[in-house]
DNA sequence: GCAAAATGTCAAG
DNA sequence: TTGACCTTTTGCA
């Protein structure tokens, strides 16, 4: 492991030429676990992965970290965290956040007990990872369509069956995007002969669609910040 | 060539 | 609620 652009050199420094346990994902986070010396990664907005096989190629921009191993490597940027951390503190990561809806047997009710008391509209606690963790701002738009779910409905007016249909339907979703690569919400999960190809334009209801007419009743879909995220909705499908 | 935007989080005021 | 942080891509001059 290396870190070519310096502000991560240390830390490579500390695990380069040993060998990888395990690599585990909880919410947006993700740890690489070797030995006692556990490398974290988040991505936030602007970080991604880039990786492939034979010779790396030579260092470009802001490379924060690069991962070698016989013919594969990959190159990280951009990411808001990347770190070398010990189990501790790992630990306390993970006590902060809420079921993810990508881990075995999820937890759903857990988020439910928190969302059932808070006054807070339900698309902020869907983006509040201590409630649940995964969820950003393209799987909450989305989520609320399909239930047709006002997003400025507070959590506490939220029926507990409407809430078990919203994450069941969400573990569906994130599992079938994690299996695809692609947040594809258009179509119905539960009919795995519809598995053509959906064209990116068609591949949401609401995300990043300010304007355009809503796909079920032709209302332009509505956009506004929510704490500083752009929040997507049809003000008629979602009344 | 530059501004704006992008699947995010934290901390200051 | 706002700004800072991180990098790349896209769209408009």
Same mark, same amino acid.
């Given at each position: 492991m290396s870190s070519p652009q310096g502000t991560f050199a240390a830390g490579a420094a500390l695990v380069d030429g040993r060998v990888l346990d395990v690599v585990t994902a909880h919410g947006k986070h993700l740890f690489a676990a070797f030995g006692e010396q556990i490398v974290? +990664?988040?991505? $936030?907005?602007?970080?991604?992965?880039?990786?492939?096989?034979?010779? =790396?190629?030579?260092?470009?921009?802001?490379?924060?970290?690069?991962?070698? #191993?016989?013919?594969?490597?990959?190159? %990280? !940027?951009?990411?808001?965290?990347?770190?070398?951390?010990?189990?501790?503190? +790992?630990? #306390?990561?993970?006590?902060?956040? $809420?079921?993810?809806p990508l881990r075995p047997r999820p937890n759903g009710r857990a988020a439910y007990a928190? *969302?059932? &008391?808070?006054?807070?509209? *339900?698309?902020?606690?869907?983006?509040?990872?201590? +409630? %649940?963790? $995964? #969820?950003?701002? #393209? /799987?909450?738009?989305? *989520?609320?369509?399909?239930?047709? *779910?006002?997003? /400025?409905? =507070?959590?506490?007016?939220?029926?507990?069956?409407?809430?078990?249909?919203?994450?069941?339907?969400? +573990? &569906?979703?994130?599992r079938a995007g994690l299996r695809t690569g692609r947040i594809v919400?258009?179509? =119905?999960?539960? &009919?795995? !002969?519809?598995? $053509?190809?959906?064209?990116?334009?068609?591949a949401h209801y609401v995300y990043r669609r300010t304007g355009l007419p809503c796909r079920v009743c032709r209302t332009p879909i509505a956009m506004k910040l929510l704490q500083a995220r752009k929040l997507y909705w049809c003000p008629t499908c979602q009344a």
């Open positions: 974290h +990664v988040h991505l $936030g907005l602007f970080g991604k992965y880039t990786a492939g096989t034979g010779d =790396p190629p030579a260092p470009r921009g802001a490379l924060r970290m690069r991962w070698v #191993v016989d013919d594969y490597w990959t190159d %990280l !940027r951009g990411a808001t965290a990347c770190e070398v951390l010990t189990p501790l503190e +790992v630990g #306390v990561i993970l006590a902060r956040l $809420g079921p993810d928190r *969302i059932a &008391r808070s006054r807070a509209p *339900i698309a902020g606690l869907l983006m509040d990872q201590t +409630v %649940l963790s $995964g #969820v950003g701002n #393209v /799987y909450r738009a989305e *989520i609320l369509f399909r239930h047709r *779910i006002a997003p /400025y409905l =507070p959590g506490r007016e939220l029926t507990e069956d409407r809430w078990v249909a919203l994450w069941t339907d969400l +573990v &569906r979703l994130m919400t258009t179509r =119905p999960l539960d &009919r795995s !002969r519809q598995s $053509g190809y959906v064209r990116s334009e068609d």
